[in-house]
Nanobody, 115 residues
């Protein structure tokens, strides 16, 4: 059974940083690219970052490019999202997912950027 558990969210001031983690289980993690998505109430889920299965390639949405860094540790079945220079518009629930999608979405982790 595929399971994705996100953690590391919280309340941070504009300009601050957070690192999100996603622990994966139930599939061969090292064989799949991984994505981070985010969603705000009433909006479509937005893909913000992707990392290749081996971790050598990354892609970012224009909205986070230069501020967010996706990485992974295949020995720990974990993908990370380092978020710097956070802005109020980054406020959202953040989710990780394999690419292609396997199983159901996790509960996500809330990130709130506010002074």
């Amino acid at each position: 059974q595929v399971q994705l558990v996100e953690s590391g969210g919280g309340l941070v001031q504009p300009g601050g940083s957070l690192t999100l983690s996603c622990a994966a289980s139930g599939f061969t993690f090292s064989r799949f690219p991984m994505d981070w998505h985010r969603q705000t109430p009433g909006q479509e889920r937005e893909l913000v970052a992707t990392i290749t299965s081996g971790g050598t390639g990354t892609v970012y949405s224009n909205s986070v490019k230069g501020r967010f860094t996706i990485s992974r540790d295949n020995a720990k079945n974990t993908v990370y999202l380092q978020m710097n220079n956070l802005k109020p518009r980054d406020t959202a629930v953040y989710f990780c997912m394999s690419s292609p999608r396997l199983g159901s979405w996790g509960q996500g982790t809330q990130v709130t950027v506010s002074s």
